[in-house]
T-cell receptor, first 114, second 114 residues
Framework: DAGVIQSPRHEVTEMGQEVTLRCKPI?????LFWYRQTMMRGLELLIY????????DSGMPEDRFSAKMPNASFSTLKIQPSEPRDSAVYFC????????????FGPGTRLTVL | AQSVTQLDSQVPVFEEAPVELRCNYS??????LFWYVQYPNQGLQLLLK????STLVESINGFEAEFNKSQTSFHLRKPSVHISDTAEYFC????????????WGLGTSLAVNP
């Protein structure tokens, strides 16, 4: 299995632009998590899905952030408009119901907003 | 409040020396505990976990952690570290139940020097 796939790996954009981050979870996994990692705040859970349905989005910072999971093999995290303070590494992770105690992380997307 | 505290942000150590990375948790988050490792420019990987049973758990690469309920700790240890152990280490915990949300520590950067 290829593991969790994220794209792009690096994104540089200007303030005010829309940013879309993409994630393909491991096939057969029914939980998907979006995290943000910064030096100041560490690893923060933004939102997670179960069977494509958002379960907990309490970590989404504000209305500029939105996440979707239209099917079991694809999810997006969108920031519109982007701001410099959104600069971070964004991770996607997935897990399965049968092996619930391990989350498998993707390589991350490093976002820089100028 | 639920919390996981990693007491050291950075731990420098010489190769072949022993190391301990400290983690304390609040009693409200104590049921399941995890250590994840993040190598440079990669996503996180599960290193070891405590779910129930024996309080001493081990990883395949020589790390171990002991669940200590009286001290609310889950410290990570290795008797002899290698250069390749240089990485960021994250302690995490969660309660029983359907919520899959992990509570994360801020991470400890382990730097193994020759």
């Amino acid at each position: 299995d290829a593991g969790v796939i994220q794209s792009p790996r690096h994104e540089v954009t200007e303030m005010g632009q829309e940013v879309t981050l993409r994630c393909k979870p491991i096939s057969g996994h029914d939980y998907l998590f979006w995290y943000r990692q910064t030096m100041m705040r560490g690893l923060e859970l933004l939102i997670y899905f179960n069977n494509n349905v958002p379960i907990d989005d309490s970590g989404m910072p504000e209305d500029r952030f939105s996440a979707k999971m239209p099917n079991a093999s694809f999810s997006t995290l969108k920031i519109q408009p982007s701001e410099p303070r959104d600069s971070a590494v964004y991770f996607c992770a997935s897990s399965s119901r049968d092996h619930w105690n391990e989350q498998f992380f993707g390589p991350g997307t490093r976002l820089t907003v100028l | 409040a639920q919390s996981v505290t990693q007491l050291d942000s950075q731990v420098p150590v010489f190769e072949e020396a022993p190391v301990e990375l400290r983690c304390n948790y609040s009693s409200s988050v104590s049921v399941y505990l995890f250590w994840y490792v993040q190598y440079p420019n990669q996503g996180l990987q599960l290193l070891l976990k405590y779910l129930s049973g024996s309080t001493l758990v081990e990883s395949i690469n020589g790390f171990e952690a002991e669940f200590n309920k009286s001290q609310t700790s889950f410290h990570l240890r290795k008797p002899s570290v290698h250069i390749s152990d240089t990485a960021e280490y994250f302690c995490a915990g969660r309660n029983a139940g359907n919520n899959r949300k992990l509570i994360w520590g801020l991470g400890t950067s382990l730097a193994v020097n020759p």
